[in-house]
């Protein structure tokens, strides 16, 4: 019950973000939104024991997500969490790396997916709970015409949620290289 309580907490705040991103963008208020409510999502629960000797280790070694939006929800260890380039409020991290891999082909290169890793610490474990959003598997990742067109070109081509996370998977860890990376290889094997 209150694993469901939070997910829906935390679709409507992704609701809510994908509006804000169409805006600034933009296009359509609701065209992302409508684009990943069909869509799945997954909450993982992080947990980092403490370590004799942090300085050897990485918790998670450096990484984008490849879903759509993260939010990071950390308890009161905060430092651990580096990254690039994201919105860190009062300990829930909007990963908009978080406007990932289908979110940056969405806007057509205009929001980045950003890097980052987590560290441990000798003293305390840390713990982080972390809501990825989504779409379908099957749904066709493709920007909006006026993207493209104040862009001048298309920085991805087409694909689906399930070949990008099979890539991800199968292929490549997943850093700031990886959608290039993808469209390349979806090229030279016809996909
Ligand atoms: O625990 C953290 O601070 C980061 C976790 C993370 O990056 C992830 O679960 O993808
Ligand atoms: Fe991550």
Redesign the pocket.
């Known amino acids: 019950m209150v694993y469901q309580k939070y997910c829906e907490a935390m679709m409507d705040l992704s609701f809510a973000i994908l509006e804000l991103l169409a805006i600034s963008l933009g296009v359509d208020r609701k065209l992302y939104r409508k684009f990943f409510e069909d869509g799945f999502s997954i909450l ?1 629960c ?1 947990l ?1 024991p403490p370590c004799q000797e942090p300085g050897n280790t990485l ?2 070694g450096p ?1 984008c ?1 490849s879903n759509s939006i ?1 939010i ?1 929800h ?1 308890d009161q260890i905060y430092r ?2 580096q990254v690039c380039n994201g919105l860190i409020l009062s300990g829930l991290l909007l990963n908009l790396e978080a406007f990932h891999f289908p979110a940056t082909a969405l806007s057509n290169g205009k929001y980045k997916s950003c890097l ?1 890793r ?1 560290m441990v610490n000798k003293h305390e474990q840390r713990k ?1 709970l ?1 809501f990825f959003l989504s779409p379908r598997e099957d749904k066709v990742v493709r920007p909006p015409q006026e993207l493209v067109c104040s862009e001048g070109k298309r920085m991805y081509p087409d694909f689906t949620w399930l070949n990008l996370s099979r890539f991800v998977q199968n292929h490549y860890r997943a850093d700031d290289n990886t959608l290039q990376n993808f469209t390349n290889w979806s090229q030279s094997v016809n996909l």
């Open positions: 993982r992080n980092y918790g998670t990484h997500d993260t990071l950390q651990e969490l980052h987590a982080s972390a």
